[in-house]
């Protein structure tokens, strides 16, 4: 990790919040106490950073130097927020197409998606804030760039993103083997959001049960699953064409 990808001291970590610098997360040693761990430890709650507490070995095999207990990780982006997109988009006159990744967590993966969305003009990305991939120099080399080009919204868990998008009137198609409409089904031409799950388990139950269709991509080989990415990748291009026919 290169020094410029992170803040490390409690003064210095808690003055970086205050400036509004774009942070991934907050790693904090366990026991970290006192009244400056204090004042961080508000400021991160108040400005709404993610955070983990770690052993004291995390934290050295970043950087060896007075780290005081808590490091900060930079983000290369500065995430956006569902509740500022979605009505700008409809302002801006836009058919919206959003894609939500459900507990993704394959940096790689990530990436690929990434890139795929900006080739094809997808308005956002959504992620949740826990147990699910970030926008880090790994993943943007991956995406060749494409995560600087497409708008990643970082909410607190996938369920309140897809509800809310369901209740601006977006239709909710849940990328699932489980599903029983063949992919080309559902209607992609009205405001969209497209989730597709983990690489482990797919979409949670909770979220399934919020999708309008459940679409599953036919598999008559001998492997049973796609790599998510690619899935991502059938998906959304799906809904281009739909869209491209539509226009025609």
């Known amino acids: 990790m290169e020094k410029k990808d992170y803040i490390f001291g409690i003064r210095a970590v808690t003055e970086a919040i205050e400036a509004g610098k774009s942070i991934d997360k907050v790693l904090v040693r366990r026991d970290l106490g006192g009244e400056l761990a204090k004042d961080l ?6 400005y709404g950073i993610l955070m983990q507490r770690v052993p004291q070995e995390k934290l050295n095999r ?7 207990g808590a490091i900060a990780l930079l983000s290369p982006v500065d995430y956006y927020r569902l509740e500022d997109l ?11 197409f959003i894609l939500v990744l459900d507990g993704l967590t394959d940096t ?10 900006a080739c094809a003009g997808v308005d956002a990305i959504v992620i949740p804030e826990k147990n699910s991939v970030s926008v880090t120099p790994d993943a943007i080399k991956t995406s060749a760039g494409g995560l600087f080009h497409v708008p990643v919204c ?6 309140s993103a897809v509800r809310m998008l369901r209740e601006n009137g977006y239709h909710i198609v849940g990328a699932t083997e489980r599903g029983s409409m063949n992919y080309t089904d559902p209607d992609y031409t009205v405001p969209v959001a497209v989730v597709m799950g983990s690489e482990d388990v ?6 399934l049960r ?6 599953a991509i036919p598999i008559p080989g001998k492997i049973e699953s796609l790599n998510v990415s690619v899935a991502a990748g059938i998906m959304t291009y799906e809904v281009l064409r ?3 026919v539509r226009q025609a």
């Open 202 to 207: 797919g979409i949670s139950d909770a979220v």
């Open 62 to 68: 970043i950087t060896m130097k007075n780290h005081q």
């Open 242 to 244: 739909q869209r491209n």
């Open 154 to 159: 970082r909410e607190r868990d996938t369920l």
């Open 108 to 117: 790689r993966n990530f990436g690929a998606i990434g890139r795929t969305a």
């Open 210 to 215: 919020e999708c309008d269709d459940l679409a």
């Open 41 to 46: 430890l508000d400021k991160i709650k108040e």
């Open 86 to 96: 979605v009505p700008l988009f409809y302002e801006e006159g836009r058919n919206p």
